[in-house]
């Protein structure tokens, strides 16, 4: 292995380092925020996702847009933007209104990344070990979050932290590692040139080849926001959970993940896509359903809201959050048929915009259905779209091994 590219490869995992640490002193915590700063419903709660997601829909348009810049330098520029957001955010408690621009502004930075993180993993990977390197960056994610959910976890167990004091210190911790993100990233860009993919002119890259991709894009933008805003919020709103449960659950999370991701990036390798994407398409399955069970017992008064319910509850959120790191299945699957390597982060850019286009729907139908309805019947309708997931792990060929083209 040349030693310029494991330089390479070690400093992108000190970016995951840094950037996952940011993660871990926000990310997290912006519901349990809501709700002890502005007091907030679930229609509210739902509402909120619309400053939240429509940066996923620009991210699209951006990256295109700046693609001449190489991924490299487009995501310094993420990492600074999403720094400056929780700079603001740490520093004052703004009106309702102010917080959702700034919010805005660092959910921008974050998903203007998101493309960009797997493209330039991909890229420093070898060629057969594709699926290897991104289990091991997945791991390592997992790792560094397990250590920030441990800090935040004690801190604000011992009111170091808290979001009722005049300066929220957990999302100036995270603006920090945001700069250092920046800083490393400068570095990777010195070591690398840039990425070694093609770059075009601003284009959107619509191709039937990629049908199956864009769908699971789609049905995961529905499945994401009901794990990231409405499972914590049966933990928070219906069974009164603090932020340190929250924080521990994630840690519980984390620490499986760990383990997890380089395990799941073996069994695509070995495996396949096509067979691991029918385990993606049924843990979903199950995960929604047992929520919706469990939201409708407590929302009936059939089940405590104390023992065994919310164990079961808190279970769930660490499954749900496992099930969603195999996004990594998809993107691997994209890479696989992509036409073109210079295919790869604009596509990865459009399924992030056809998925938030979706979160930002579901955000508001799913706050009126949750104060109309009921959130039973949010998760139960997430459990039945889920299916789509299993017509198209029957639908799509494997590619036993993943090619890169360049």
């Avoid at 070694?196 to 284009?203: A, D, I, Y």
């Avoid at 706050?367 to 959130?375: E, L, P, Q």
Wanted: hydrophobic content about 55%; overall charge positive; proline content about 3%.
């Amino acid at each position: 292995m040349p030693t310029t590219r494991r330089n390479e490869r070690y400093l992108f995992f000190a970016v995951i380092v840094a950037v996952n640490l940011a993660m871990g002193f926000s990310d997290g915590l912006f519901s349990n925020y809501f709700k002890d700063v502005y007091q907030i419903d679930g229609l509210r709660r739902g509402l909120i996702e619309l400053p939240r997601e429509l940066p996923g829909v620009i991210t699209f348009f951006l990256v295109s847009a700046l693609s001449f810049l190489g991924d490299i330098t487009i995501a310094i520029f993420a990492q600074a933007i999403a720094a400056v957001g929780l700079m603001v955010l740490g520093l004052v408690t703004p009106s309702f209104g102010v917080m959702l621009v700034f919010l805005f502004i660092n959910s921008l930075g974050v998903h203007l990344y998101m493309p960009l993180r797997d493209s330039i993993g991909m890229s420093l990977a070898e060629p057969d070990q594709i699926g290897k390197r991104m289990g091991q960056f997945g791991g390592l994610s997992f790792a560094v979050l397990t250590v920030a959910g441990l800090t935040v976890f004690f801190l604000f167990r011992f009111g170091v932290f808290s979001f009722t004091s005049p300066i929220k210190w957990t999302f100036l911790v995270a603006a920090f590692f945001y700069l250092v993100a920046v800083a490393l990233m400068i570095r990777l860009k010195r070591e690398t040139g840039q990425l070694r993919t093609k770059r075009v002119k601003f284009r959107l890259i619509f191709r039937k080849e990629y049908k199956y991709y864009y769908l699971l894009a789609i049905v995961f933008g529905v499945q994401k926001q009901v794990m990231l805003v409405f499972g914590p919020w049966v933990l928070i709103e219906t069974l009164g959970q603090r932020v340190d449960v929250i924080v521990l659950l994630g840690i519980i999370a984390s620490t499986l993940g760990m383990f997890f991701m380089p395990l799941l990036g073996k069994w695509i390798d070995r495996f396949g896509v096509k067979k691991l994407l029918y385990a993606d398409a049924f843990s979903f399955i199950f995960v929604y359903l047992c929520y919706g069970a469990l939201s409708q017992g407590f929302n009936t008064g059939t089940l405590a809201k104390v023992g065994i319910p919310v164990v079961l509850t808190c279970a769930l959120f660490v499954v749900d959050r496992l099930s969603s790191q195999m996004g990594i299945i998809r993107t691997i699957y994209l890479k696989s048929i992509a036409e073109d390597s210079a295919d790869v982060t604009p596509t990865l850019s459009l399924g992030m915009m056809m998925d938030h286009m979706v979160s930002i729907l579901v955000g508001i139908t799913g706050g009126i259905a949750w104060v109309t309805f009921g959130s039973h019947y949010i998760f139960y309708a997430v459990a039945a779209l889920s299916l789509v997931n299993l017509a198209v792990a029957i639908l799509v060929k494997d590619p036993r091994k993943v090619e890169v083209r360049l």
